[in-house]
Nanobody
Framework: QVQLVESGGGLVQAGGSLRLSCAASGRTFSNYAMGWFRQAPGKEREFVAAISRSGDRTYYADSVKGRLTISRDNAKNTVYLQMNSLKREDTAVYYC????????????????WGQGTQVTVSS
């Protein structure tokens, strides 16, 4: 089992920044590729970003490229999502997830999920 706990969400004005963190415990963190997903009200949960086990590879949804950056610190068992130039359409609950696969964008490939953290972007 892997336990994931997100933090760092909140209310921010459009154009502002936030950094989300996801702390992992349980199994060896570096064995898992990590991903961030988000779910807006009335919408499906969608892929945002993913990072490989060592952090050498990343992948982003087109809607966030150039604005959001995923990173990880295996010594701290933590994955981050730096969010810059936020837009109202970024408003959602953000979830981190862990997978034993190499690098995945498919939600069903992820085995473990956090409880989510709310990000609200105001105009």
């Amino acid at each position: 089992q892997v336990q994931l706990v997100e933090s760092g969400g909140g209310l921010v004005q459009a154009g502002g920044s936030l950094r989300l963190s996801c702390a992992a415990s349980g199994r060896t963190f570096s064995n898992y590729a990590m991903g961030w997903f988000r779910q807006a009200p009335g919408k499906e949960r969608e892929f945002v970003a993913a990072i490989s086990r060592s952090g050498d590879r990343t992948y982003y949804a087109d809607s966030v490229k150039g604005r959001l950056t995923i990173s990880r610190d295996n010594a701290k068992n933590t994955v981050y999502l730096q969010m810059n130039s936020l837009k109202r359409e970024d408003t959602a609950v953000y979830y981190c997830a862990a997978t034993l696969a190499y690098l995945e964008i498919v939600r069903t490939a992820y085995n473990y999920w956090g409880q989510g953290t709310q990000v609200t972007v105001s105009s």
